[in-house]
């Protein structure tokens, strides 16, 4: 099982950006050992960062087509991309929203996500294992145990 994984802009500054925020690791450190854990669980993660939207949203068409399901931290499109919830919207796999940081408890422009009616799900605010927590979300939900 291949699942995609996709952080969007500036979380390749991560370990170096607002580290009282996003935490010390690097997205590298945070998507190797992603990498460990889905190949413990028998699956395979394809992960990609991008600054640019219309990247994100040629990903996650390609996600469409041979990938199980999606984990996406859209940084701050998150707030405002329609096109990025149109995207995900228009394919039928399986996405989980993360965000390292708890979108609720910080300025109020962050506490709307215009993708999460478009997911199955969101995990916020528990730092980098956020991304562990919603592949384990996601690999219930593709098992049929969402229940
Ligand atoms: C973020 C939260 C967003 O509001 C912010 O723009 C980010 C990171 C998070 O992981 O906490 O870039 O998605």
Same mark, same amino acid.
């Not at 996709?6 to 998507?31: A, D, S, V, W």
């Not at 394919?91 to 109020?108: C, G, T």
């Given at each position: 099982?291949?699942?995609?994984?996709? /952080?969007?802009?500036?979380? /390749?500054?991560?370990?170096?950006?607002?580290? =009282?925020?996003?935490?010390?690791? @690097?997205?590298?450190?945070?998507? /190797?050992?992603?990498?460990?854990?889905?190949?413990?669980?028998?699956?395979?993660?394809? #992960?990609?960062?991008?600054? =640019?939207?219309?990247?994100?949203?040629?990903?996650?068409?390609?996600?469409?087509?041979?990938?199980?399901?999606?984990?996406? /931290?859209?940084? #701050?499109? @998150? =707030?405002?991309?329609?096109?990025?919830?149109?995207?995900? #919207?228009?394919?039928?796999?399986?996405?989980?929203?993360?965000?390292?940081?708890?979108?609720? #408890?910080?300025?109020?422009?962050? =506490? @709307?996500?215009?993708?999460?009616?478009? @997911?199955?799900?969101?995990?916020?605010?528990?730092?980098?294992?956020?991304?562990?927590?919603?592949?384990?979300?996601?690999?219930?939900?593709?098992?049929?145990?969402?229940?």
């Amino acid at each position: 099982m291949k699942l995609m994984v996709l /952080n969007g802009p500036n979380l /390749n500054r991560l370990g170096k950006r607002e580290p =009282h925020i996003y935490g010390h690791k @690097t997205l590298e450190q945070i998507m /190797n050992s992603l990498e460990s854990i889905a190949r413990e669980s028998g699956c395979e993660i394809d #992960a990609r960062q991008s600054n =640019h939207e219309g990247e994100l949203i040629d990903w996650i068409h390609e996600a469409a087509e041979g990938y199980s399901g999606l984990i996406l /931290n859209a940084g #701050a499109y @998150t =707030h405002y991309s329609y096109a990025i919830r149109d995207a995900l #919207a228009g394919v039928d796999i399986p996405a989980i929203e993360v965000h390292l940081s708890n979108i609720y #408890a910080r300025e109020s422009f962050r =506490h @709307t996500s215009v993708i999460s009616e478009v @997911t199955i799900g969101q995990i916020s605010g528990f730092g980098n294992i956020g991304y562990e927590l919603a592949l384990k979300g996601l690999l219930h939900y593709l098992k049929g145990e969402e229940n």
